[in-house]
């Protein structure tokens, strides 16, 4: 997995937050690897909202919840 930045928003602060995550390219989008816990504040907001984004060498890219 390679290494990206996760951006979400508090849930209830509504304050952006940036966070070191490993993510790897697939077909449909990214795949994180959630080595905090599905618990972690950050996986929360995603979960909460349903969307995120993520930098990778450089790039922005709009995530979801996927799934698929």
Not at 42 to 52: C, K, P, Q, S
Request: aromatic share 8%; no cysteine; proline share 1%.
């Amino acid at each position: 997995m390679g290494s990206a930045t996760e951006r979400n928003r508090g849930r209830s602060s509504r304050r952006v937050y940036f966070t070191p995550v490993q993510a790897d390219r697939i077909k449909s989008g990214f795949l994180d690897g959630l080595a905090y816990s599905g618990k972690a504040r950050w996986a929360r907001n995603i979960l909460a909202v349903g969307a995120g984004e993520i930098t990778r060498a450089g790039r922005q890219f709009e995530t979801n919840r996927g799934g698929g």
